[in-house]
């Protein structure tokens, strides 16, 4: 079973300033099947990236995904007041069939 | 504009069921594979069920199987969750998503499921 893990758990960020997120695999991964969620507080999530680097419909383009393996990376560019949320990445294997999410990033404003 | 809206969500006590249902719109939903994600309070996201438009292969979580059946209507644009022998431990919002190649494109506003006695 692929485990994922996110770092930091909380990242402290100004506003227009760069944020990382880390997300690392158990094992290696399909990169097509890598995705990065944003969750708003009260909302549902969102899509941000699909296939580790795509970005999903309507995403800013300050949103970008990278990665290949086991270490995948999510970057704001530039942080908006609305970017300040929790990330989650997500991975998908065919065979077996299993759905894993890591368990998040918060970013918060400094 | 696709839309995705849960409903059936409900305070139940333990050992008891329930069935969730989302509507689907906006999409071709038949062609789609669908999906249930759950939040518990304050935790985050758990993959629980996954369907085929052709309902051919499904995937459930450790935590729910046996116990929980995802089910669709192609003809009436609809998605379930049939949810048995609840438990506490699943209290919480459950999210209709549809997804492609194993990732959530689009959610659902979730719909609250409470187990206590």
């Known amino acids: 079973e692929v485990v994922m893990t996110q770092s930091p758990a909380t990242l402290s960020v100004s506003p227009g300033e760069r944020a990382s997120l880390s997300c690392r695999a158990s094992?290696?991964?399909?990169?097509?099947?890598l995705a990065w969620y944003q969750q708003r507080p009260g909302q549902a999530p969102r899509l941000l990236i699909s296939?580790?680097?795509s970005r999903a419909t309507g995403i800013p383009d300050r949103f970008s995904g990278s990665g290949s393996g086991t270490d995948f990376t999510l970057i704001i560019s530039r942080l908006e007041p609305e970017d300040f949320a929790v990330y989650y990445c997500?991975?998908?294997?065919?065979?077996?069939?299993?759905?894993?999410f890591g368990p998040g990033t918060r970013v918060e404003i400094k | 504009e696709v839309q995705l809206v849960e409903s059936g969500g409900n305070s139940v006590q333990p050992g008891g069921s329930l069935r969730l249902s989302c509507a689907a719109s906006?999409?071709?939903?038949?062609?789609?594979?669908m999906n249930w994600v759950r939040q518990a309070p304050g935790e985050g996201l758990e993959w629980i069920a996954y369907?085929?438009?052709?309902?051919?292969?499904?995937f459930y979580a450790d935590s729910v199987k046996g116990r929980f059946i995802i089910s669709r209507d192609n003809a009436k644009n609809l998605l379930y969750l049939q949810m048995r022998s609840l438990r506490s431990e699943d209290t919480a919002v459950y999210y209709c998503?549809?997804?492609?190649?194993?990732?959530?494109?689009?959610w659902g506003q979730g719909t609250l499921v409470s187990v206590s006695s």
């Open positions: 998503v549809r997804s492609v190649r194993g990732q959530g494109d689009y």
């Open positions: 906006g999409f071709p939903f038949r062609v789609y594979s």
């Open positions: 369907l085929t438009s052709d309902e051919r292969t499904m």
């Open positions: 094992q290696s991964v399909n990169s097509d099947h």
């Open positions: 296939g580790a680097s």
């Open positions: 997500q991975q998908y294997v065919a065979s077996p069939l299993t759905f894993t």
